[in-house]
């Protein structure tokens, strides 16, 4: 029913910025969270940020709060990260994932994009 589609990865020094954004199609009700997780080779999926669709309400993981920030765009069903003092540990497949409720884990999210790389490294 719903298909997310990454986009925003690259090649960013650390302490640089970078901007993702998930594009959405089909239904996102008020009550769903929109999250996003990254993951890193040989590395579990980790819970980096969410979103509820309807409040706008935020939460981070203790790892990227004051570095990161995520928003959304009702109207165009667009989700962004905004990315900023990057250092080597972020780097990983980042995705965008559509769930019914908060979770930290990947688990009950029923939807995700295919992901987009971000690598830090100088």
């Known amino acids: 029913q719903v298909q997310l589609l990454e986009s925003g990865g690259g090649l960013v020094q650390p302490g640089g910025s970078l901007t993702l954004s998930c594009a959405a199609s089909?239904?996102?009700?008020?009550?769903?969270?929109m999250a996003w997780f990254r993951q890193a080779p040989g590395k579990e999926r980790e819970f980096v940020a969410s979103i509820r669709w309807g409040y706008g309400t935020t939460y981070y993981a203790d790892s990227v709060k004051g570095r990161f920030t995520v928003s959304r765009n009702k109207a165009e069903k667009m989700v962004y990260l905004q990315m900023s003092s990057l250092i080597p540990e972020d780097a990983a497949v980042y995705y965008c994932?559509?769930?019914?409720?908060?979770?930290?884990?990947?688990?009950?999210?029923?939807?995700w994009g295919q992901g987009t790389q971000v690598t830090v490294s100088s």
């Open positions: 994932a559509r769930g019914n409720s908060l979770s930290t884990s990947p688990t009950p999210y029923q939807y």
């Open positions: 089909g239904t996102i009700f008020s009550s769903h969270v």
